[in-house]
């Protein structure tokens, strides 16, 4: 699984609908929204300093179809880029 700091909203909700099935939608939005909400930490001025080791796997296992995991592994590729992370 992608670190949570790197999750886009559409990966996080393929992650909390798939470990929790019979969640509201409501429950499901909710948590997103606090995942995105931390996510901030890494467009911060005073960001700390992130380092990720992502596993093969994590990269070749498609969650949410093929579209979420296309938006998934270009988010983590533009923030490497971005040097907001380093991954």
Do not use: F
């Not at 939608?25 to 992502?54: C, F, S």
């Amino acid at each position: 699984m992608v670190p949570g700091l790197l999750q886009t909203p559409a990966y996080a909700r393929a992650i909390y609908t798939a470990s929790n099935p019979l969640a509201t939608d409501g429950y499901i939005d909710e948590m997103v929204g606090l995942r995105m909400n931390r996510v901030q930490l890494l467009k911060d001025a005073t960001r700390p300093v992130y380092w990720v080791v992502l596993h093969e796997a994590v990269l070749r296992v498609p969650v949410g179809g093929s579209a979420v995991m296309a938006e998934q592994l270009d988010h983590i590729s533009e923030t490497a880029r971005a040097r907001k992370a380093l991954v």
